[in-house]
């Protein structure tokens, strides 16, 4: 017990050591003009190579979606995304990633197969170390993901939100983000 409970421990100081450094990049953090389409086209083929017991699909525009930041925060948003989709959806389930590009503001939509969120959660699921899981699974879990991407949407000046489907089959998690 006192080995699973130090590991336990350990666990959770590098959980709290990622988002430190998570908090650094971010205030060191250069921004510049890029396209988020080109990048989430990459990202999200990688992803069905690394869950291959998923489905992924991406609906992305036909033109380049250009913003002013991050390329490498903007990454790490999505795969903390696409992490907690994964957590939340069953074997074979499907995970769509969806791109939107307006006049003023781009849209990243991850939606996932799997639970409804519980009542009131949305509020709070950005929160640091907010967990909410039914039953349980053998990594451990400590809240830090959906605060990351909290915190590098605030850092492009957008902001995260988290919604279930309307028919309750999944969730929606988007990222709003201005355009350049």
Same mark, same amino acid.
């Given at each position: &017990? $006192?080995?699973a409970?130090?590991?336990?421990?350990? !666990?959770? #100081?590098?959980a709290?050591?990622?988002?430190?450094?998570?908090?650094?990049?971010?205030? @060191?953090?250069?921004? @510049?003009l890029?396209?988020?389409?080109?990048?989430?086209?990459?990202?999200?083929?990688?992803?069905?190579?690394?869950?291959?017991?998923?489905?992924? /699909?991406?609906?992305?525009?036909?033109?380049?979606?250009?913003? %002013?930041? =991050?390329?490498?925060?903007?990454?790490? #948003?999505?795969?903390?995304?696409?992490? %907690?989709?994964?957590d939340? *959806?069953?074997?074979?389930?499907?995970?769509?990633?969806?791109?939107?590009?307006?006049?003023?503001? =781009?849209?990243?939509?991850?939606m %996932?197969?799997?639970?409804?969120?519980?009542?009131?959660? *949305?509020?709070?699921?950005?929160?640091?170390l907010?967990e909410?899981?039914?039953? /349980? +699974? *053998?990594?451990? @879990?400590?809240?830090?993901?959906?605060?990351?991407?909290?915190?590098? $949407?605030e850092f @492009? !000046?957008g902001?995260?939100?988290?919604? %279930?489907?309307? +028919?309750?089959?999944?969730?929606?998690?988007?990222?709003?983000?201005? &355009?350049?």
């Amino acid at each position: &017990r $006192a080995r699973a409970g130090s590991a336990r421990l350990q !666990s959770i #100081l590098t959980a709290m050591s990622a988002a430190s450094r998570t908090e650094e990049a971010i205030e @060191h953090a250069e921004r @510049h003009l890029f396209d988020l389409r080109a990048l989430l086209a990459s990202m999200v083929a990688s992803y069905q190579t690394a869950f291959p017991e998923r489905r992924f /699909s991406a609906v992305l525009p036909a033109g380049r979606c250009e913003i %002013n930041g =991050a390329p490498d925060l903007i990454a790490q #948003l999505l795969d903390k995304l696409v992490d %907690n989709a994964v957590d939340f *959806s069953p074997r074979d389930g499907l995970i769509e990633i969806a791109l939107d590009c307006e006049d003023r503001v =781009a849209r990243i939509s991850v939606m %996932n197969d799997g639970p409804p969120l519980p009542p009131h959660a *949305s509020e709070r699921l950005f929160e640091s170390l907010f967990e909410f899981r039914r039953g /349980s +699974d *053998s990594k451990p @879990h400590f809240g830090l993901g959906l605060y990351i991407v909290r915190l590098i $949407a605030e850092f @492009h !000046s957008g902001r995260a939100t988290a919604e %279930n489907r309307a +028919d309750a089959s999944g969730a929606i998690f988007r990222v709003l983000l201005p &355009r350049a």
